[in-house]
C-alpha cells in the first residue's frame, strides 16, 4: 500500500497486501477455555461456514437468513451463538428449537423465549460502562432478569458484550467484572459458565511504515478531486488477530480469573478469521487522464460499484493496492478507480494508487484481502448490475487447484 505516487519505487512495499511482513509469535497457551464462533456478517460465503463445520468453530449469526445458511454448510444448532438487537419471533423460535446460545439484548426476549417452553441457554448482553450504546442491558436490568423466577426451561449460561474499537485492554477489564456478575447467577441457581466478549480483533493489513507515512502525510492532495476522509480502519496494527485475544486473556491474569471461576471465554471474529482470504476483481472498462499538482494520472472506470469495496459506506479508504493483471513491462503510473455507474461519489478508490503500469481496457484490477466486510456487506443489484458470483478454490492432489462457485 503506497498513497503518494512520488514516493520512490524502492520504497514501496508490497502491493497485495502486506504479504510476508513480520507477523506477531504465538503467544503462549493460557489454559483458558474458550469457543471461536465466526461473526458470519463479514462474508456471505457458504464456503466459509462450512470450513468452520470442518475445523470445530462455531458461527455467530444474527438474522434467520444467516442461521438457516449455517445449518446448510454442516454448523450443528449447538455450535451456534445467536446474537442482534430485538430477534425476531422465528429467528427466537428457531434458536431455541436448534439449541443454540442466544445473547439476549432486552427483558422482552427473556419473555418471548419463556413463552416457547423449550429448554434454551442465554447470555445476557450488558451495556459497557458509561456507554450510550443503544444494545446491552443496563446493571439494573440485569439484576432484575436474575432474579426472575418465571423463566421456566431459559437457563442463563453467562454474559456478554461488545465494544467499539480494537483495543484489548478494555475488554480484558469488562470481561473481569462479568466474572463477578457470574457468580452473583450462580447464587441464584443460574448455570453461569460463560463470558462473550464479542469480536473487535484487528487486521493487520500493511506493514508498520506504511501506514505510518500514509497517516502522517494523507491529505486532499493526494486523493481524487480533493477528497478529505476523517478516519481510517487502522490498517496496521501491533497486537493484531490470536495477539490481540492474547493480550486480553493476559491483561491482570484474566486467564487464570477465568480458570479458577470455571468460565469459558467466548469470541466473535469475523475480519479477524478471515485476514489473508478473500480477493476482490474488477474489470478496467475505461481510461481518462487528469491532473493534480501538475502531475497526470488516471481516472479509471471498473466494472462494478463501490458496493463491493465496502470501505466508501464508512466514508473511509481500502488502504491495500490492487494489483493490475496481465503483468507486463511499463512505467509507473497513479490512478484512481471509479465505478460504473452514474454517480460522480461512487469510487473504489479515490487515492491515486501507483500502479506499476498505464491501465488499459480489459485489464483486471485485483483488490487483495477483502473477505473480511469488504467484498458483500453492501452489495445490491444498483443499475440492475449482477451482484458478482464468488469463486472458490480448492486445493487438490500434487498441489494443484480446482475451483468452483460458492453455494450459500
Request: proline share 7%; net charge negative; hydrophobic share 40%.
Amino acid at each position: 500500500m503506497r498513497s503518494d505516487p512520488r514516493i520512490p519505487e524502492d520504497a514501496r512495499s508490497e502491493a497485495v497486501g502486506n504479504v510476508g511482513h513480520e507477523r506477531d509469535a504465538p503467544s503462549a497457551p493460557t489454559g483458558a477455555a474458550g469457543a471461536i464462533n465466526y461473526a458470519k456478517t463479514a462474508n456471505k460465503a457458504g464456503c466459509v461456514a462450512r470450513a468452520c463445520a470442518e475445523h470445530g468453530a462455531g458461527v455467530d449469526v444474527a438474522s434467520v437468513g444467516e442461521l438457516n445458511s449455517a445449518l446448510a454448510q454442516g454448523v450443528r444448532g449447538d455450535e451456534l451463538m445467536v446474537t442482534g438487537p430485538a430477534k425476531s419471533d422465528e429467528l427466537l423460535w428457531l434458536a431455541a428449537r436448534h439449541s443454540a446460545l442466544i445473547a439476549v439484548d432486552a427483558d422482552d426476549e427473556l419473555d418471548r423465549l419463556a413463552a416457547q417452553g423449550i429448554p434454551v441457554r442465554v447470555l445476557l448482553r450488558a451495556l459497557p460502562p458509561e456507554s450510550d450504546s443503544r444494545f446491552g442491558m443496563t446493571g439494573d436490568e440485569l439484576d432484575r432478569a436474575l432474579a426472575r423466577t418465571d423463566l421456566g426451561p431459559v437457563r442463563i449460561a453467562g454474559f456478554s458484550f461488545h465494544l467499539s474499537g480494537y483495543q484489548p485492554i478494555p475488554r480484558a477489564e469488562l470481561a473481569a467484572a462479568l466474572v463477578a456478575r457470574c457468580r452473583e447467577a450462580r447464587a441464584l441457581g443460574h448455570p453461569a459458565t460463560t463470558i462473550s466478549i464479542g469480536g473487535g480483533f484487528a487486521v493487520d493489513y500493511v506493514a508498520e511504515r506504511s501506514w505510518r507515512e500514509f497517516t502522517e502525510g494523507a491529505g486532499p492532495h493526494w486523493f481524487h478531486a480533493g477528497k478529505r476522509f476523517d478516519s481510517y480502519y487502522p490498517y496496521h496494527s501491533a497486537t493484531a488477530g490470536p495477539a490481540a485475544l492474547a493480550a486480553v486473556l493476559n491483561h491482570q491474569g484474566l486467564a487464570k480469573t477465568l480458570r479458577d471461576n470455571g468460565i469459558s471465554l467466548a469470541i466473535e471474529p469475523g475480519r479477524a478469521l478471515l485476514d489473508r482470504a478473500g480477493s476482490t476483481v474488477f474489470r478496467v472498462q475505461g481510461t481518462k487522464t487528469r491532473t493534480a499538482q501538475g502531475l497526470p494520472y488516471q481516472l479509471l472506470t471498473v466494472d462494478g460499484t463501490s458496493l463491493s469495496l465496502s470501505e466508501q459506506w464508512f466514508d473511509s479508504e481500502y488502504l491495500p493496492d490492487p494489483v493490475l493483471w496481465p503483468t507486463r513491462p511499463g512505467a509507473r503510473t497513479p490512478a484512481s478507480v471509479g465505478a460504473a455507474t452514474c454517480l460522480d461519489s461512487d469510487m473504489l478508490s479515490w487515492r491515486r494508487i501507483p500502479l506499476a503500469r498505464p491501465a488499459t481496457p480489459g485489464d483486471l484490477l485485483v483488490y487483495p484481502n477483502t473477505a473480511g466486510y469488504q467484498m458483500d456487506s453492501n452489495e445490491s443489484a444498483f443499475h440492475e448490475l449482477p451482484i458478482p458470483p464468488k469463486v472458490v478454490l480448492h486445493e487438490a492432489p500434487g498441489g494443484r487447484f480446482r475451483w468452483t462457485l460458492d453455494a450459500r
